[in-house]
């Protein structure tokens, strides 16, 4: 069974910082890209970060480049999301995705998300 299982949102103060993580499972986590995504109330999801699939490769949405930071443990199939400096705007519900491109295909899956509130 498919499983991407994120944890670590909450409420955190304008300036503060979380990490989020996600762990896979009923898949092979190395020979997946990943990727951050976000969604607000009444907003389309957007893309927030990915990585590539041994790590060497990361691209950021303008909005949080400099403030988050993604990364992946393919030993313990964990990817991460390191969100510091955050401001009311990075409110919303975060979603871990991992998404294999293949000749025969796509195959992509989605966590359940984790909601991440930023309010003094």
């Known amino acids: 069974q498919v499983q991407l299982v994120e944890s670590g949102g909450g409420l955190v103060q304008p300036g503060g910082s979380l990490r989020l993580s996600c762990v896979a499972s009923?898949?092979?986590?190395?020979?997946?890209?990943m990727r951050w995504y976000r969604q607000a109330p009444g907003q389309e999801r957007e893309l927030v970060a990915t990585i590539s699939t041994t790590g060497g490769t990361t691209t950021y949405a303008g909005s949080v480049k400099g403030r988050f930071t993604i990364s992946r443990d393919n030993a313990k199939n964990t990817v991460a999301l390191q969100m510091n400096s955050l401001q009311p705007e990075d409110t919303a519900v975060y979603y871990c995705?991992?998404?294999?491109?293949?000749?025969?295909?796509?195959?992509?899956?989605w966590g359940q998300g984790t909601q991440v509130t930023v309010s003094s």
């Open positions: 995705y991992a998404l294999r491109l293949t000749i025969a295909g796509r195959q992509d899956y």
């Open positions: 009923g898949f092979t986590f190395s020979m997946y890209a």
